[in-house]
């Protein structure tokens, strides 16, 4: 039986026929959609996972770097080491689109091509450790924006998963089995309706009969 309340006509058994084709139709491409963005999500995490790891070890490594330079240089002279940096690095921001999400990409640039501008002091009077830490951070730096656009392109197509599952559901479990039952409702109407006139024809036929020829 129909689920609401609907007009047992041949225009509406065709408008809802073709909103059944529409919407079975809507609910593959969904489907599809809804698969393929699961396998490249599933691509990205496995990738966000190495990044993690790599950019964690690789600033672990760091750190413990900048602690011997530190222990190795006084204070006042770390400081001064790193008050006025020679390069300088700008990111630009841009999307790329996958499966109708848009994600971001980030691209370095940097002031000057010598890289050796990002020690912004004097070799000679700082401990090897402070430039084994700065070139090691200056090195995952790309491992780290990477690290953050696969995050966020992460969270976005989660995003999107749910958003396409949820209309899966709703074409799946409430639009099509109604407009299915609204079909199913209007075709017994109208069925029902043909019988009718059916046999008030044949009443009909049988009193121009009777009146006509006296039986």
Not at 42 to 48: A, E, Q, R, S
Not at 123 to 128: E, G, N
Not at 201 to 210: A, E, I, N, T
Request: charged share 30%.
């Amino acid at each position: 039986m129909a689920t609401k309340q609907v007009n047992p006509t041949r225009m509406e058994l065709t408008r809802l026929k073709k909103k059944l084709a529409t919407a079975t139709k809507g609910h593959k491409l969904l489907k599809d959609k809804r698969d393929e963005l699961m396998r490249q999500f599933l691509d990205m995490v496995k990738l966000n996972k190495q990044l993690r790891e790599k950019v964690e070890k690789a600033i672990n490594e760091a750190n413990k770097n900048f602690v011997l330079a530190s222990a190795s240089m006084n204070d006042e002279a770390l400081s001064l080491s790193m008050l006025a940096p020679k390069q300088e690095v700008t990111l630009e921001v841009s999307s790329t689109n996958i499966m109708s999400v848009e994600v971001p990409k980030y691209k370095i640039n940097y002031r000057t091509a010598d890289t050796n501008d990002m020690f912004c002091y004097g070799l000679a009077f700082t401990s090897c450790d402070l430039d084994t830490a700065v070139s090691s951070l200056s090195d995952v730096l790309p491992d780290m924006l990477r690290l953050a656009e696969v995050e966020k392109s992460c969270q976005l197509m989660a995003d999107e998963i749910e958003k396409t599952r949820r209309r899966v559901n709703a074409l799946e479990h409430v639009l099509i089995p109604e407009t299915r039952a609204n079909i199913r409702y209007i075709s017994m109407k109208l069925d029902e309706n043909e019988r009718s006139t059916q046999t008030r024809l044949m009443k009909v036929k049988d009193m121009m009969l009777k009146e006509a020829h006296g039986y």
